[in-house]
Every structure is written in C-alpha cells, then in structure tokens.
C-alpha cells in the first residue's frame, strides 16, 4: 500500500488537499481513499469485509439523527432525550470559540476537545492546572472554522455538523489509580445486537488491543484497527456491571445497522464516551486478516443500493 504519511508528512496539509478535492463524488474519492490506505481494490457494490461495508455505509446511510449524535457537543441531548442522560461525561461548558473559556474558573483537570472530533489532535487533557500547556492550546483551538463541510474521510455523519464549537468536560480517571490510563470499552453492534468488545489498555505507553466476545472470552491475537498495538499479556477481568453496559449498547445502537458503542467503567460507574460510526473511517486492518470477513457478515446493509 502507498505510504502516502511519508510522501505528505504533515496532517494540516493533508487535510487541505482533500479539502480541496472535495468536488469529488463520495463513492469515487472513497474507492481512492481505500486504495491507498488498504492496497486492496474497494468493492462497492458487493462489499463483503466490514471495511468496505463502512465504505458503503458512509456513502448511503442517510438518518439525519447521525449528525447529533456525533456532534460531541449535543450528544448528552440525545441520551437524555433517550433516558440516558445519566451516562453522559460530566460536562463544564460547551463555547463557540477560545476566547469564551476564563482561564480563571477552569478546575485543576479537564478535557477539552472539539465537538466535531478528529482524533487526539482535537483533544487536549490536562492532568493539572499548573502544566497547562497554552501554547498548544492555542495552536489546536483558537481557529475553528465556520463550517466543517466535508470530512475528508467522506464520513456522511458529519456533514450535518454546522458549526464545530469547543467542548469542556471534566477528566474521568480511577481514584484508586489516578495517573494511569483508562480502559475503553468498545462495543461493536449490529442492528441493535452487541456482537464483540474491543478492550483498549495503557494507550499512552505500549497500547495494548484486545476483542472479547459478549460472554467476556477473549479472542486471543485478534487485534483490529491499529497494527502496532499488541494483544494483553493477561486476560482482564470481566468490569464491574458488565450487563448494564450490554444493556446500555444494546438501547444505543437499536436504531442502526451498525455502530460502535464506547464506554469507560470506573468502578461500575459507567460512562459513554461516543458513539462512532466509522471506525477508522473504515480503512484500519484487522489481525487476523478473516476477522475483517466475519465482522462483515454481521453487517446488514440493505439500507440502500448502489
């Protein structure tokens, strides 16, 4: 596969060039995209991997409800207007641009982020006031753009996103270890049916990737969407309130043919961190190569047609 991050190293400069090209037609530029990110040729019409269903979905789902729920800002309106409200993240304040944030009244820890995503670029987090870093504050936040348009992976969810804004939230971490990462539970469900968790461990140091099927056995040496992590060297223990968490994806993800559903748990106090449509915006790989395959069985795309 084209090593394009080598060719292009800088991600601002990627993003414009595919801004650019946005005139492109969705199915042509995802076809490319695909291309170059997997060397595999994207079959479009009759996708049967997982990642080319992900192509498919973002080039034909079309519930306008997406928009919402990906918007990290109104995403707490959604689970409140579903009964859910009390797994949302505890919220600071949501702003339309850096200047509204009174550096004075932020507390020792927080998260900021973008309510628009785009991955740990758009997430700063700060684990005391006094390290505050403001120049990369800066640098990340003071320049919102007016209108996302486009994403650059074609990621139809976000188009709907007016205006991105600026999300504060308060730092979730374990009172009984307060310096490590947490772990990320992600739920990958199908029409409703939690199917696997991706379990994700020490993502700061020597990120560690790990799928568990609904009954808590891990699939030992399956790892997905980033090659570099390695699987656990232990088996985890199944968390704290683990069929509140298959009942919380389960309501979540009822409305759609598929969508991954990402939870924290401390100690058994459970969080929804987002919900994710695209992961990897459909172009990560899977260990073993075959897990692309099964997890492309399970997705319904009758939808729409080609």
Not at 90 to 102: C, F, H, N, R, T
Not at 112 to 136: I, M, P, Q
Not at 166 to 183: G, N, Q
Not at 242 to 267: G, H
Request: overall charge positive.
């Amino acid at each position: 596969m084209l090593n394009y991050k080598r060719i292009i190293p800088s991600r601002q400069v990627r993003i414009f060039i595919l801004y650019i090209l946005s005139w492109i037609p969705d199915t042509w530029m995802v076809r490319l995209q695909y291309k170059i990110h997997t060397g595999r040729t994207l079959n479009l019409k009759h996708p049967e991997r997982f990642t080319e269903k992900l192509q498919h979905y973002k080039c034909f789902f079309r519930n306008p409800i997406l928009a919402q729920i990906v918007d990290k800002a109104s995403l707490r309106s959604y689970l409140e207007a579903n009964g859910l409200g009390e797994y949302s993240v505890p919220l600071i304040g949501v702003y339309d641009s850096l200047a509204e944030i009174d550096p004075n009244l932020l507390p020792s820890q927080f998260v900021l982020k973008t309510s628009s995503g785009g991955g740990s670029t758009e997430v700063y987090v700060c684990r005391h006031f006094n390290n505050v870093a403001w120049d990369e504050i800066n640098r990340r936040f003071s320049h919102l753009p007016k209108k996302l348009g486009k994403s650059p992976g074609r990621e139809w969810a976000y188009y709907g996103i007016d205006k991105p804004r600026l999300v504060l939230e308060e730092l979730l971490y374990d009172p009984c270890h307060p310096k490590a990462d947490l772990m990320d539970y992600k739920f990958f469900c199908f029409g409703g049916i939690p199917r696997f968790c991706q379990v994700i461990t020490n993502r700061s140091v020597n990120e560690h990737i790990d799928f568990y099927d609904v009954n808590w056995h891990r699939l030992k040496g399956f790892i997905g969407l980033n090659t570099k992590a390695t699987n656990s060297p232990i088996e985890l223990s199944r968390p704290m309130h683990y069929e509140e968490m298959l009942n919380l994806a389960t309501k979540l993800s009822r409305p759609f043919p598929f969508v991954r559903v990402d939870l924290y748990n401390i100690a058994g106090k459970i969080y929804v961190g987002e919900l994710t449509f695209y992961p990897a915006s459909g172009y990560g790989s899977f260990i073993p190569d075959s897990f692309d395959f099964e997890l492309g069985r399970l997705f319904d795309i009758n939808y729409a047609t080609v």
